[in-house]
């Protein structure tokens, strides 16, 4: 009973796919739209601008990855690198997100965003993503050293790492944070920091997207390990 | 790809972009974690689904959640198949009793309708990780802005 309530009667066949396709070395890739009955009508369409695929410029293009298993409101997140970029295919709006909220500076982190959705409460789109320090940085304290006009470097140094007190008196270890969400809101045009969440697992990478459905978006965790 | 459950009641971690919360759900099933099968969570009829297919047959195994968070508010819907075509696995895109997969040796995309059970073939190669599939719907707003 419960089958037969839960699959609807028809079809509204105006269903489209958007498809990427990759191939090759150096990369290929490729924007579709496909539409009709058995989606056999194929639409080409082109990167937005900041996603431009120059094969003279830069043959080594890294692959970009669509966020999620659906368009919010006709937008799509893409992500290449570490560059994340909201875009509208029907009116070629785009929006690139600022770095992220960092409590270091002038360290990039190594993982994109992890999920896109639309907050209907305040009329928003936001992008959620688990940051941490690349592996190298793992392990130990690093110094941080003052800018060049830094009153600091009047003072007689020579000499004062010798006590192995002084980098920390002075405050110039930064101590490796934990890894922590945050999140960017296209409103204020900023991430900030998502308390009390440190520990939700992220996606399982590369095989499971996340599912975007009524405001939220779903994915299976690496709780579960493929073997 | 078989899975096994190392970790605790967060099987599926939803993200509520209005409440900016957490919410884990545990999976329906225990007992199949150990066994060998294909496995995605997929959008059906806006519902959240979880489908997957046994020791690598042709056919699927279909739960639907009815409300995030909540263990007990799975409902087993079906199984369906087993169809004709090689080895599947289910990928994230469901649509309108709409469940596309991949086909194990070709990677070739199709869908299944579960209405009338036609089983159908498009022309995109879904090389596993290089492709990637969202349903699109053209919308012509501008985006939203501070007022």
Redesign the interface.
């Known amino acids: 009973m ?2 037969t309530n ?4 028809k ?2 066949d105006e ?9 090759g070395f150096p990369i290929h890739q490729s924007l579709s ?2 539409s009709g009955e ?3 009508n ?1 639409f080409n369409l082109e990167w937005p601008l900041p996603l431009k695929q120059d094969h003279n410029a830069n043959p080594f293009a890294l ?1 970009i ?2 966020l ?4 919010v ?4 997140c893409l992500c290449q690198g570490l560059t994340t970029v ?1 875009w ?4 070629a ?1 785009f ?1 690139i997100l600022p770095p992220s909220f960092q409590p270091a500076e002038n360290i990039d982190f190594n993982f994109p965003s992890h ?1 896109f ?10 992008v ?1 993503r688990k940051v941490w320090y690349p592996s190298v940085f793992e392990g130990c304290d690093w110094v941080y050293l003052p800018d060049k006009d830094d009153p600091f470097w009047e003072r007689d140094v020579h000499g004062l790492d010798k006590n192995d007190g002084f980098w920390e008196e002075n405050e110039l270890v930064v101590k490796l944070y934990q890894p922590f ?1 945050e ?1 960017y809101s ?2 204020s045009d900023s991430w900030r920091k ?1 308390h009390g ?1 440190d520990d ?2 992220v ?1 399982y990478p ?6 975007n ?9 690496q ?5 | ?8 009641d ?9 409440e ?3 919410i ?1 759900t545990t999976l329906p099933f225990s007992d199949v ?1 150990y066994r060998s099968y294909r ?5 059906l ?4 689904s979880v489908i997957y297919n046994y020791d690598m047959t042709p056919d699927f195994h279909i739960w ?1 959640l009815g409300e ?1 968070g909540i263990k007990e508010s799975w ?1 087993n ?2 199984v369906v198949g087993p169809y004709n075509c090689s080895i599947v696995s289910p990928v ?2 469901g ?4 469940v596309f997969f991949r086909e194990e040796d070709s990677y070739d995309i199709g869908w299944i ?3 009338t059970q036609k089983v ?1 073939e ?4 879904g ?20 007022e």
């Open positions: 419960f089958r839960f699959l609807i009667s079809h509204d269903t489209r796919l958007l498809v990427k396709e990759q191939s739209i496909l058995r989606f056999e194929r692959p990855f669509i999620g298993s659906a368009t409101n006709g937008t799509l909201l509208n295919p029907a009116t709006e929006k999920g959705g639309y907050d209907r409460v305040t009329d928003n789109y936001k959620i969400w999140i296209l409103k998502l969440f939700m697992p996606p590369g095989i499971t997207p996340t599912v459905l009524n405001g939220f978006c779903h994915w299976l965790t709780d579960l390990i493929m073997i | 790809m078989p899975l096994v459950d190392s970790g605790p967060n099987d599926i971690v939803s993200f509520n972009f209005s900016e919360t957490f884990a974690k496995f995605n969570l997929v959008e009829n806006e519902s959240l639907v995030v409902t819907l079906f994230t895109v649509n309108k009793n709409r309708d579960l209405s159908q498009i022309g995109v190669n090389e596993l990780v290089c492709s990637h599939m969202v349903i699109f719907k053209e919308n012509f707003l501008p985006f939203p802005r501070n």
